[in-house]
């Protein structure tokens, strides 16, 4: 079971605006900053969002991150069916040695 | 273009040990830190352990006292060892370099190779 805890899905239809919600703690998303994945079927994940709001060259910017205390979340506006993926959030962790966690992963559906 | 390619067998029986490389091509890995991640099938990820070019290494502690992480920076090339594998080993396992460019975080992912614990 993951420290970062997403829900397992998500739909939306194209053109609408969806938010995928990642829960943590003060030892994780608390201290530490966020980064989020999209992994396409088959596919390796790729990076869309780093230290919590910032896009990395390439991402549209229909892709936007946030966080407060121990929460973050990735929004997309504007769905396409491309957009179809599994999500996981991720932040290092502080504990025993530190660790890098992911969520879940949310498996996001575009109707 | 930034490459990364894992490479290894893709069997192993349980209780022996899982070693894998990752090359890395089009950029040296000097620049990065080197992580490696697994993901069983229509599971999560799960972060293994990370080594930088210094020699430090952080562990994902489910793994503590089973994992060496290495390199050979001649060859571009980092590697992971896992021993006394089990079933709960079998995963697709995906090797990454990071790194801070300019206040940009960049994240190269190969594209994953299947190890099979049987």
């Known amino acids: 079971q993951s420290v970062l805890t997403q829900p397992p899905s998500a739909s939306g239809t194209p053109g609408q605006r969806v938010t995928i919600s990642c829960s943590g703690s003060?030892?994780?998303?608390?201290?530490?900053?966020v980064n989020w994945y999209q992994q396409l079927p088959g596919m390796a994940p790729k990076l869309l969002i780093f230290s919590n709001n910032e896009r990395p060259s390439g991402v549209p910017d229909r892709f936007s991150g946030s966080k407060s205390g121990t929460s973050a979340s990735l929004a997309i506006r504007g769905l396409q069916s491309e957009d179809e993926a599994d999500y996981f959030c991720?932040?290092?962790?502080?504990?025993?040695?530190?660790?890098?966690?992911f969520g879940g992963g949310t498996k996001l559906t575009v109707l | 273009q930034l490459q990364l390619q894992e490479s290894g067998p893709g069997l192993v029986r349980p209780s022996e040990t899982l070693s894998l490389t990752c090359t890395v091509s089009g950029d040296s890995i000097n620049k990065y830190f080197w992580s490696w991640i697994r993901q069983p099938a229509g599971g999560g990820l799960e972060w293994i352990g990370r080594l930088y070019p210094t020699g430090t290494t952080n562990y994902n502690p489910s793994v503590y006292g089973r994992v060496t992480m290495s390199a050979d920076t001649s060859r571009n090339q980092f590697s992971l060892r896992l021993t006394s594998v089990t079933a709960a080993d079998t995963a697709v396992y995906f090797c990454?370099?990071?790194?801070?460019?300019?206040?940009?975080?960049?994240?190269?992912w190969g594209q994953g190779a299947l190890v099979r614990v049987s």
């Open positions: 991720a932040a290092w962790d502080d504990g025993l040695n530190g660790s890098w966690l």
């Open positions: 990454a370099i990071r790194g801070w460019f300019g206040g940009a975080f960049l994240d190269y």
């Open positions: 003060n030892s994780n998303i608390g201290t530490n900053s």
